[in-house]
């Protein structure tokens, strides 16, 4: 081998030296770079993971939230249903008193008013079927009424009447003024926990 052969050898060798050092670099470079980027992709991964596990549980406690209140919706509703059957039946069941008992429930009507005087009103059907007695009783109650001869236009009770002051003492008009306390006892007799 002659000097410029020997020369051509050590660059060719030490290219080689430096080529391979590069590659070495650059492969720990690389190897770097992909471990970080693992890393990068596993801590996304988690955050990720982390925001779909918070967003799962908000939407579960917004469907459990909304199946309660549809929930207690519906029990409302049926309270609500079964209130309004208990009061039409106590109506139907004043309208449909047989005599005796009819006039002892307007007599008790009558006592809610003692003190009270001026002139009686029943509806036509009550009118006809009127006690000899409804007076006096009227007035044993505590109620110093006549009772007129026109009829008015109820179901069922009466109203009282004293020059241009009216007590509507009708069985529907009870029961309206009385609703809230009717279904507070309704409340406690029937959905008592």
Known sequence: MNGEDKILNRIKSDCDENIRAIEQEAQAECDKILNEAKLRIEQNEKENSAKVL??????????????????RNAILKKRREEIDNTVDMVYNKLLNLDGKDYFEALYKLASSLKGSKGVVYLNNQDLKRVPVDFTAQLKKAGLDAELSKDTAD?????????GDIEENMSFSAVISAKRDDLEDLINRELFAD
């Not at 918070?54 to 909304?66: D, T």
């Not at 109820?154 to 004293?162: E, M, Q, S, T, V």
């Open 54 to 71: 918070a967003g799962i549980a908000q939407i579960n406690a917004g469907a459990k939230s909304k199946v309660e209140l549809e929930i």
């Open 154 to 162: 109820i179901d069922g009770g009466f109203i009282l009447k004293d």
